[in-house]
T-cell receptor, first 113, second 115 residues
């Protein structure tokens, strides 16, 4: 069975500081991992994904994520947070041969000016 | 967000009503999805269509009935809903389903309130 955990309901960070939003997963076989962002009254927007290859993945808006197989983690990072990054962030996992994408419960990121 | 559109954006319906949600994607994708988003819960996958064929029905009650007439359009027909069905219903599309590698593109959602 596939599962995703986002252990923090909310993360607060000061503008200009680095941010990390955590995600751990459980899946049989090789995982495919995704990050999405949701702004108020909007649908989810794709940020980045890891399928194979380099463990450090770069995505939209300066975000990046690091795939760590031994720790089964895929944390989202950004070197310098912006107030406009404040939103709800979702991690998702799938694998080859499945129609299902399993999403985490989301982490609300609040960037303080 | 113009890639995937959803109508209506807001819907209030009584438990005995029948209504439909509409989704349209302009991305040339072959897979479409319905999700239910409730507060403090993970997104719940409801239905998946791949090349117009339904490939997933995630134990969804029969009061929700999907329809996919072509790869660009997806409907969710609603009847005799319960108050606990109140939620944000999100439509998404992807290049195809079944490989697991393709990211999904979401519409803005329909906020459904059942009274």
């Amino acid at each position: 069975a596939q599962s995703v955990a986002q252990p923090e309901d909310q993360v607060n960070v000061a503008e200009g500081n680095p941010l990390t939003v955590k995600c751990t997963y459980s899946v049989s076989g090789n995982p495919y991992l995704f990050w999405y962002v949701q702004y108020p009254n909007r649908g989810l927007q794709f940020l980045l994904k890891y399928i194979t290859g380099d463990n450090l993945v770069k995505g939209s808006y300066g975000f990046e994520a690091e795939f760590n197989k031994s720790q089964t983690s895929f944390h989202l990072k950004k070197p310098s947070a912006l107030v406009s990054d404040s939103a709800l962030y979702f991690c998702a996992v799938s694998r080859s041969g499945t129609y299902k994408y399993i999403f985490g419960t989301g982490t609300r990121l609040k960037v303080l000016a | 967000e113009t890639g995937v559109t959803q109508t209506p954006r807001h819907l209030v319906m009584g438990m005995t009503n029948k209504k439909s949600l509409k989704c349209e994607q302009h991305l040339g994708h072959n897979a479409m999805y319905w999700y239910k988003q409730s507060a403090k819960k993970p997104l719940e996958l409801m239905f998946v269509y791949n090349f117009k064929e339904q490939t997933e029905n995630n134990s969804v009650p029969s009061r929700f009935s999907p329809e996919c007439p072509n790869s660009s359009h997806l409907f969710l027909h609603l009847h005799t809903l319960q108050p606990e069905d109140s939620a944000l219903y999100l439509c998404a599309s992807s290049q195809e389903a079944g490989q697991g590698v393709y990211e999904q593109y979401f519409g803005p959602g329909t906020r459904l309130t059942v009274t």
